[in-house]
């Protein structure tokens, strides 16, 4: 039998160690690959989870989205809201004012009214306490009759005492009644006209002519001033020459219209057109008298 070298047995060492180191590798390969499959698994739990959760939180961005438009609606309904309060605060301010001030009126109202009343009944109780033919005087006094009726129905009212305001109306709008009637019947009969009052006779065209009172310059007047005659003087000079004369005035007469001083001027457009340019502007301080055309 050969007998072992050495190199044979350092080969055959080396090979049982790679064994050794083989097998100790291959276990820790799968012990590693159990664990890589055991990882695996939980990444994928992680991944479903993950995936889970990115749903929730898009969900709850959505959610909170919509909670933010709510929030922007809600804060411009506050601003609305709270400008309306200041509105109705100021309207609530001055409805008050104006409450108080009503009140203020109503009872200065019902002061008057309360005074009003008072001197109202007043009236009423001195009125009522006047007799009935003293209420009016002129009536008494030229219509003796009524008077007696009043005095009568006054007797009757006051002793009877029960009749009412009502009858004592009624029968006061009777006796006014009577009294207009009688009244209206007084003043229809007028006096007619007697066939002796002698009638004016129309003047003519050429009396209508009037007079005013004149100024100007003293150059224009004649010797004795003119005044105007009267209605009858002057249509009986027409009937008899056909035309209208001057008056003739006597010196009193004279006298009287020159004392009258005029300072303005009643005319103050009239222009004669006979006598120069200027002499209408001045005034003598005399009375004239002019014709109207």
């Given amino acids: 039998m050969p007998q072992k070298t050495p190199a044979n047995s350092s080969r055959r060492a080396t090979s049982d160690t790679l064994e050794k180191t083989n097998a100790s590798l291959l276990a820790d390969c799968d012990r590693y690959r159990q664990r890589n499959e055991r990882l695996q698994d939980k990444v994928a739990k992680f991944e479903d989870k993950n995936s889970k959760q990115?749903?929730?939180?898009?969900?709850?961005?959505?959610?909170?989205?919509a909670a933010n438009r709510e929030l922007r609606h809600a804060k411009d309904e506050i601003k609305r809201l709270?400008?309306?309060i200041q509105l109705t605060t100021g309207q609530k301010d001055t409805l008050e004012k104006a409450c108080k001030q009503l009140r203020y009126e109503k009872e200065t109202m019902d002061n008057m009214?309360?005074?009003l009343k008072a001197s109202y009944e007043n009236l009423m109780m001195k009125y009522d306490a006047i007799p009935e033919e003293r209420r009016n005087p002129m009536t008494a006094a030229a219509l003796p009759e009524?008077?007696?009726?009043?005095?009568?129905?006054?007797?009757t009212s006051g002793g009877s005492g029960a009749s009412s305001r009502a009858q004592q109306d009624s029968d006061r709008g009777r006796s006014r009644r009577a009294d207009k009637e009688r009244l209206g019947a007084r003043f229809e009969?007028?006096?007619?006209?007697?066939?002796?009052?002698?009638?004016?006779?129309?003047?003519?065209?050429?009396?209508?002519?009037?007079?005013?009172?004149?100024?100007?310059?003293?150059?224009?007047r004649s010797g004795s001033a003119a005044a105007p005659l009267s209605r009858g003087v002057m249509y009986e000079s027409a009937v008899h020459t056909g035309r209208f004369e001057d008056p003739v005035v006597s010196p009193r007469e004279a006298v009287a219209f020159s004392t009258v001083p005029r300072r303005v001027p009643s005319n103050g457009g009239y222009h004669s057109g006979s006598s120069g340019l200027l002499d209408d502007d001045y005034e003598d301080g005399d009375y004239h008298i002019r014709t109207i055309h």
Wanted: charged share 30%.
């Fill in 146 to 155: 009524r008077s007696k009726r009043s005095a009568t129905a006054s007797a």
């Fill in 82 to 84: 709270m400008a309306e």
């Fill in 54 to 65: 990115e749903d929730k939180i898009s969900k709850y961005e959505d959610k909170l989205d």
């Fill in 189 to 220: 009969t007028t006096a007619t006209p007697t066939s002796s009052t002698t009638k004016r006779p129309p003047l003519a065209s050429a009396n209508r002519s009037s007079f005013i009172e004149g100024y100007g310059s003293s150059r224009r």
């Fill in 113 to 115: 009214y309360t005074s």
